[in-house]
């Protein structure tokens, strides 16, 4: 059983250089993120074969649609063995109930996950497209509904890590991107966080990108990541 922590995202174009990059890396030692360019580039074919490689596979299509739509994508997701497969919480409760109930059937379902407010807004970029207040008032009335409709958990940023793991179920997942290790680039996110605050701050699981898939020797910083996450873990 993978009990690993860490996400890795493959942001690869190219499935051959994904595929690469996975011959470096030993499946029991993190998990992968498969996100929407690489899917539509590879299709079902390449999660299945990621799966067969014996890799948990998070399916990350963030599904925003009427709720019938959104229900039978995530059954089409869930038959492909995935791991754990999410959704926009803007989408609604009725949609979000409707994925939850879609998977009912499943006898082995995936983890079902809602995103709340993707890492690379802030405050100004949700006030333009007419959200007033703050990120954490969103992400946690969000992460509420998301609760409600019977989600496993949400997608947030570290900096609500806090505020959310003070306010949902144990139960409840909190999955973390925006993760980097001390001295890493920034890149595209903004509301970042070490692995080890992260952690400590209430996360069950981050999802790191360019720190491993552009590391010399990815194994290395797997490694030391995953004793950063040990000791920072209650």
């Known amino acids: 059983m993978n009990n690993s922590r860490i996400i890795v995202a493959l942001d690869y174009a190219d499935p051959a250089k994904a595929l690469q990059f996975l011959d470096r890396l030993e499946p ?49 997701a869930a038959d492909l063995g995935v791991w754990m497969i999410n959704v926009h919480a803007l989408g609604g409760f009725k949609m979000m109930e409707a994925a939850r109930a879609a998977l009912s059937s499943n006898p082995n379902p995936p983890l079902l996950i809602a995103v709340t407010i993707l890492t690379s807004l802030g405050d100004e970029d949700i ?10 008032q969103h992400v946690q009335r969000l992460a509420a509904l998301a609760g409600q409709a019977g989600m496993n958990g949400v997608v947030c940023s570290a900096h609500e890590l806090a505020l959310l793991h003070a306010s949902v179920d144990k139960n409840f997942c909190l999955v973390t991107p925006g993760i980097r290790p001390a001295g890493s680039a920034q890149d595209d ?7 080890g605050d992260a952690i ?18 990815p194994m290395q910083v797997l490694t030391a990541i995953t004793a950063e996450i040990e000791i920072a873990t209650p």
């Open 28 to 76: 029991g030692s993190c998990r992968l993120k498969v996100g929407k360019e690489l899917f539509c580039r590879s299709g079902p074919a390449f999660v299945s074969k990621l799966i067969n490689l014996g890799f948990d596979v998070f399916l990350d299509l963030k599904f925003h649609d009427i709720p019938n739509t959104v229900a039978q994508a995530c059954v089409a």
């Open 127 to 136: 006030h333009a497209v007419g959200l007033s207040g703050s990120i954490a």
């Open 189 to 195: 996110q903004r509301r970042i966080m070490t692995p």
């Open 200 to 217: 400590t701050s209430g996360a069950n699981y981050l999802v790191i990108g360019r720190p491993i898939t552009a590391a010399s020797d």
